[in-house]
C-alpha cells in the first residue's frame, strides 16, 4: 500500500506517494531521478549508497523511504554552490581520491557527514567515519589526504 512521503530533498519539499517496502536507495534513483547515489552491494556491505539523512550519514539500501518522512534527505547532488565544487569534491579531485568512481558518492557524503559534525577530525576520525565504505581502487591513502585536504578548504570556508 502506497502512503504519502513528503520529505526535504536536496534543500527542496517534495511529496510522492511511496509503497511501504520502496527502499530509500530506489526511491532516491528511480522516483527522484537523483541517479548520483550508487548500487553497489544491495546488502549493507559497501557503503557506495550512503546519503545524509538529517547530516547522519545512511546507508539508503537498508532504509525504508517512508522512514525518512518529513526528515532532511542530502544526496550528493546537493553538494557545491553556485557551480562550484564543495570542499570534499575538491579534495577528492585535487587529491586523487577517485580512480573508477563508483564508491565516490558514498565516500564524498560520508566525508560530508563527518565534516558537519567534525570540522576538524584527527585521521584516525576519518578512518572511523568511513570505516563503512568500501573502495576496490584507490588502496585508500588517497582518500584519507581528499578529506584531510576537504577539512582545510571547510576551516576556510567552503562548505563541505
Ligand atoms: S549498496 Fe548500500 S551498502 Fe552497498
Ligand atoms: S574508485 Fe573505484 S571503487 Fe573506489
Redesign the pocket.
Known sequence: MAKLLDVILNGRKRVDAAPDNLLL?DYLREVAGLTGT?????????????VLVDDKPT????TLAISVRGRRVDTVESLGENGGLSAVQRGFHEKLGSQCGYCTPGFVMASAGLLRRNPNPSDAEIIAALG?NICRCTGYVKIIEAVRYAAKLNLAGIAP
Not at 38 to 50: S, V
Not at 59 to 62: K, P, R
Open positions: 536507495l550508487k548500487t553497489g552491494c544491495d546488502g549493507g556491505e559497501c557503503g557506495a549508497c550512503t546507508l539508503s539500501c537498508l563503512s
